[in-house]
Each structure stands twice: as C-alpha cells, then as structure tokens.
C-alpha cells in the first residue's frame, strides 16, 4: 500500500489531495485527450483545396476497418465518377455506404510506379462473417475534376475497380445530387452516371 501511495503522490498534481471539484475536472480533461489522441484521424488535413494534402500517413497502423457502417442508412445510392488515381483515368463508384476508399487489386497493377502496401488488414462488410483480408496504401493520388488530393486507399478483392467511400467525400466537402446525378466539388460541378444500390455494393465485396 505505500509504495502504491507513492507512485500516486508522483504521478498526480500536488492540489490533488485538497481540492476535490478540481480533481474531477482533472479526470475529465485527462480523459478527453486520450480519448482524441487514441481516435484523431489521420486524414485531418485541410479539406477542399486543390493541390495534395500533405498529412503523413507512415506512423498509421490498422488491423480492422468497416466498409459498410451498420449504425448508418440502411439503403445508400451510389454513382459512377471519372476519376484520376496516379495519372490513371478510371470510373469509381461513389459510395456513401463505404467508411473507406477501396481501389481493386487488378485495378492497382495498372499504376505506375506501384503501390508500395503496408500490412495487412481486415475489410469488414455488412453482414457479421462478410471479411475479407485486404491491405493499405498511403498518399496516393485521387484527382477529381481540378481538385486533387493525396489518401490512404485499402487495396481488396473487389470488383469494382473503385470505391470512394465517405473518407475521402467528408474530406472535400463533396456535395452528391443523386436527383440530377452530380458531385459538387470546390465549386466544380462533376458530372456522373449510373446509380447503382448498396445491395449491390454488398455483393461486389462478397463476390
């Protein structure tokens, strides 16, 4: 019992023992920023402008990430957008059901010079058994319009060459008109095509 006294004398401030409101305002402060510091996003930049986001993504580590967010909508539409990934011209599906942006392993042996992939992770989807393995990469090049931006992608099994998922959407600020099938971003109006559904979605992640 003493020496634990001792380590509590060290670690904690010397008003401790005599100010009691203090104390518990001291424990929600020092839970506060752990809890920020443990959950900060690494994709935090800057949104909306046009250039790179400069963020430095190599101290990250992931074992798990979810594709479909369970506490989200249940029915989410998508649509079909050109977009530049390193230089390539590919069309994406504009996903407001993925948390993340995925590209698909045949679509990645397309880039040059190739992606150079972290460890691996695990991709979750909607249904409680739907994972697959997958892994990640960082700061690669996603353009969109005039806007371009450099992101953490997950490279999976999929069979859509591309998923932007709400990561990257959230990040620019993009404003999605499903009515007159358009993604606004930094001013520019983006023209897209085909809606397709989440069920879909689904299925592209089981296949």
Known sequence: MEVVKKIKEQILPSWWKTNLW???????????????SQHEKPNACKAGLTGTCKQNFEGLKISEVSVNDSYGPTVAASLILNVKINGVDVDAVVDTAAQVTII?????KK?????????????????????????YANRVSIRMG??????????ADITDSVLLGLDILQHLK???????????INNQTLHASAVKSNKQRNESLQS
């Open 111 to 135: 880039l040059q010079p190739p992606l150079e992939l972290k460890s691996s992770v695990t991709l979750k989807g909607a249904g409680a058994e739907n994972k697959i393995k997958a892994r």
């Open 146 to 155: 005039k806007t371009e931006t450099k992101w953490q992608i997950i490279v």
């Open 104 to 108: 698909s392993e045949k679509f990645m």
């Open 22 to 36: 203090t104390q518990k305002e001291y424990l929600v402060k020092k839970k506060s920023s752990m809890f920020t």
């Open 174 to 184: 993009a404003v999605i008109d499903l009515a007159n099938y358009t993604v606004k």
